[in-house]
């Protein structure tokens, strides 16, 4: 069973930087896109940042020059760098895997870690 774990998250003011770590725990890493998505109270959920097996990526719009994801195939591992950070980056950030399965795809979740920023 594919399990996702995050790490990373915490208490920072606004302009300072985190790193989120997101490890798998099989080997359907190499072959999945993996995103980072967000959701604040009261918000719908987000997409933050993806990036493909192949290490193309995509961000949203409000995250573009601040944030930076990144991924170790051999570590089984996904990044997200995040810089310049604002009091509106204060989210539970979710990480996410999908793979391809035949015609289909599937996907995963892993808990969530809280980010907050203070002003």
């Known amino acids: 069973q594919v399990q996702l774990v995050e790490s990373g998250g915490g208490l920072v003011q606004a302009g300072g930087s985190l790193r989120l770590s997101c490890a798998a725990s099989a080997n359907i890493f190499s072959i999945s896109t993996m995103a980072w998505h967000r959701q604040a109270p009261g918000k719908q959920r987000e997409l933050v940042a993806a990036i493909t097996s192949g290490s193309s990526t995509n961000y949203t719009d409000s995250v573009k020059g601040r944030f930076t994801i990144s991924r170790d195939n051999a570590k089984n591992t996904v990044y997200l760098q995040m810089n310049s950070l604002k009091p509106e980056d204060t989210s539970v950030y979710s990480c996410?895997?999908?793979?391809?399965?035949?015609?289909?795809?599937?996907?995963?979740w892993g808990q969530g870690t809280q980010v907050t920023v203070s002003s």
């Open positions: 996410n895997a999908r793979w391809p399965t035949g015609w289909s795809s599937r996907d995963v």
